[in-house]
């Protein structure tokens, strides 16, 4: 089965810019997702398509993925960024990576 | 505006059953796909289960497969998950999530807490 891997966690100064990474074998032939969650909420979707963004989702979120990295980036970062983020792919079914939690110091 | 609505969690002892329901609204609930995603405490997501629009494909993770079973009622607007012979790491926040083609989950619900334990 596909596996996605996300570090557990990166850490981020206010203001700067948090980049949190995805990988998975050829991941670049794939279109992948990115959730946040915030503790005690549902999942919500910040990138779509390895780029794109749903409507209300900040500029400041964009996706890139190429080779075998897919990569989050969040441009100047905010306290209210600090939340958990996900990749994830469709392979056969719905595959999740790990999860990083990001912190914003 | 879209909304998902799960229900149906508790506390169930192993061996047990229990059925989750997904009341959705704000959109043409029969033309989408749909999912169930699980996340047990201070774990990651897990993906449960995908039905198609016309519940002509049905998928389950493997750890689910063969006690779980995926449904909806296109007239009801609602998604199911019967789940059978629980374990006690079948324990899990739930939630329903709307499919969009290329494999991401634009909608979630609130979630609804399942506990097995005895």
């Known amino acids: 089965s596909y596996v996605l891997t996300q570090p557990p966690s990166v850490s981020v100064a206010p203001g700067q810019t948090a980049r949190i990474t995805c990988g998975g074998n050829?991941?670049?032939?794939?279109?992948v997702h990115w959730y946040q969650q915030k503790p005690g909420q549902a999942p919500v979707l910040v990138v779509y398509d390895d780029s794109d963004r749903p409507s209300g989702i900040p500029e400041r979120f964009s996706g890139s993925n190429s080779g075998n990295t897919a990569t989050l980036t969040i441009s100047r970062v905010e306290a209210g960024d600090e939340a958990d983020y996900y990749c994830?792919?469709?392979?056969?079914?719905?595959?999740f990576g790990g999860g990083t939690k990001l912190t914003v110091l | 505006e879209v909304q998902l609505v799960e229900s149906g969690g508790g506390l169930v002892q192993p061996g047990g059953s229990l059925r989750l329901s997904c009341a959705a609204s704000g959109f043409t609930f029969s033309s989408y796909s749909m999912n169930w995603v699980r996340q047990a405490p201070g774990k990651g997501l897990e993906w449960v289960s995908y039905i198609s629009s016309s519940s002509s494909t049905i998928y389950y993770a493997d750890s689910v497969k063969g006690r779980f079973t995926i449904s909806r009622d296109n007239a009801k607007n609602s998604l199911y998950l019967q789940m059978n012979s629980l374990r006690a790491e079948d324990t899990a926040v739930y939630y329903c999530?709307?499919?969009?083609?290329?494999?991401?989950?634009?909608?979630w619900g609130q979630g609804t807490l399942v506990t097995v334990s005895s």
């Open positions: 994830q792919v469709w392979d056969s079914r719905v595959v």
């Open positions: 050829n991941i670049g032939s794939k279109s």
């Open positions: 999530a709307r499919d969009r083609k290329s494999g991401y989950l634009d909608y």
